[in-house]
């Protein structure tokens, strides 16, 4: 009788171009809600969690994007068995953080919900790739 304990089932680790890209993405995702945010304020419709300049929001609420995009890139760096999680999670955050204005400034909602989804592509690509040449 063997009473070893049974086999621990293999982290899936996405390969180191998969990292980069996901790294570029959420790079990008940075870059991308940064444009939206200073464009929101320029227009003088602001996101949600900036605020206009008279009254600006609580520097709590911009702790909710500032960790839906850091979040993924430490995880893809440090802990890369983790990113695909961590990424499509995000994504479906940062389109939630996106659908919040969409009452208020539907066009500012629409882009954040756009680059959301562009995030969500690639963590759904990283996905597939995994499971099907492993």
């Known amino acids: 009788m063997d009473f070893s304990a ?43 969690w900036l605020g206009p300049t008279s009254q600006p929001a609580s520097p709590l609420w911009l702790i909710v994007p500032i960790c839906l995009v850091a979040l993924p890139i430490i995880t893809t760096l440090r802990f890369p068995h983790r990113m695909v999680t961590t990424s499509w999670v995000c994504s479906v955050g ?21 680059i959301g989804i562009a995030a969500l592509m690639e963590s759904i690509a990283v996905v597939m790739v995994m499971r099907h040449y492993r």
Do not use: F
Request: proline share 9%; hydrophobic share 50%; aromatic share 4%.
């Open 94 to 114: 940062v389109i939630a953080i996106g659908l919040v204005d969409i009452s208020s400034t539907p066009a500012i909602a629409l882009a954040v919900v756009v």
């Open 6 to 48: 049974p086999p621990t089932p293999e982290k899936q680790v996405p390969s180191d171009g998969w990292r980069t890209l996901s790294a570029l993405t959420w790079s990008g995702v940075v870059g991308s809600l940064l444009a939206v945010a200073i464009s929101s304020r320029t227009i003088g419709r602001p996101i949600w």
